[in-house]
């Protein structure tokens, strides 16, 4: 891994650290990354935790949808209840079975383009 910035380091500082507590104290561990989340009660003030409820709220305030770079970059997003069923799938796996120590990436797997979301 090569992390590109700020967050990504923590992220994976944090993945390592599990991996580490597990191996030493044996406390069983997953990982998951979870894509661009959106639904109900997600926040819409500001698009630092995701982008899709920022482009409705400014959609619905007949705001300007401000994309950056050429719109073309492609993102996965996952709708607030299938990310919680998710997660509960993988917590009740990790005590039913030997899956731990696992990443797991949680996404819907239908990519598509900021402004074409919106």
């Not at 406390?27 to 995701?50: A, E």
């Not at 899709?52 to 993102?75: K, P, Y």
């Not at 919680?84 to 899956?99: G, K, Q």
Request: aromatic residues 10%; glycine residues 6%.
């Amino acid at each position: 891994m090569n992390p590109k910035g700020m967050y990504a380091i923590t992220n994976l500082t944090a993945e390592k650290m599990l991996q580490v507590y597990q191996q030493v104290h044996g406390i069983r561990s997953v990982c998951v990354r979870i894509t661009n989340t959106y639904g109900p009660r997600h926040q819409m003030k500001h698009d630092q935790y995701g982008v899709v409820n920022w482009f409705v709220r400014r959609a619905l305030a007949a705001e300007t949808i401000e994309v950056m770079g050429d719109g073309r970059i492609l993102r996965d997003y996952l709708y607030v209840s299938d990310t919680v069923r998710a997660l509960l799938d993988v917590y009740a796996s990790i005590w039913s079975s030997d899956l731990h120590d696992f990443l797991f990436a949680l996404a819907a797997g239908d990519q598509s383009q900021g402004p074409n979301r919106a």
